[in-house]
């Protein structure tokens, strides 16, 4: 048997995801691919087997580290505003849990995710391989750099808040990209969808967010 339980505790039953689906819809979530992502991955094995039980709620987790794994509803939204345009390459700033590479994994080719904790790196690599996913390479490093020898991206998303968007990660957006970040102070955030048009950065407020904030330099 896999270090995680892939069955869980009849926790995949297609009702339980069923119904987190069903609440995204009812939330306004119309990709179906987007949906059927959420629907595909298993959200319990990238908690701790003690919050499991809650994992297909709608709502924020600690992953340890001080850090959370999103929101669904957040997930599924951030993800619908960057896949608009088909994106083939998409760079994940904070990688957590791995949930969202997760569900990135199942609707573009390749994903980049960087983190700056190693032992949540570690234990997102663990589970992303568990689940047999193709296309994705995880990073430890600041995510303030990007990752520039991959890009340009056509998609990037940052799901730590900073008070603006690192330089580096708009330099690596190829353009028509899309990028969207949680931008603010402690508290609240605004979530931004930036699109790169030449030289100019076209910028529309999604909706108000809380996000773990976006800190310099690596950790193990
Ligand atoms: N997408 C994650 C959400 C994790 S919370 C999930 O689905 O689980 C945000 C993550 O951003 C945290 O793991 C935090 O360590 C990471 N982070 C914060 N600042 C960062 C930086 N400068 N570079 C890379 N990762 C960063």
New binding site residues.
Partial sequence: MTRFDLEGIGMTSPRTRRRLVERLKSRGIRHPDVLAAVGAVPRHI?VDEALAHRSYEDSALP?G?G????QPYI?AMMTEALIADGPDRVL??????????AVLAHLVRRVYS????GG?IERAAERLEALALTGVRIKH????HGWSEQGPFDAIMI??AAPEVPAALLDQLADGGRLVAPVGGEGQQALLLLQRDGERILSRHLEAVR??????GIQN
Avoid: C, H, K, M
């Fill in positions: 990238f992953i580290f850090q959370t794994i999103s997930v994940e700033i904070g990688t957590g849990s791995g949930y969202q590479t960087v983190e700056r904790i949540l490093d600041d995510g303030a799901t730590a996000f773990v904030p976006f800190l310099n």
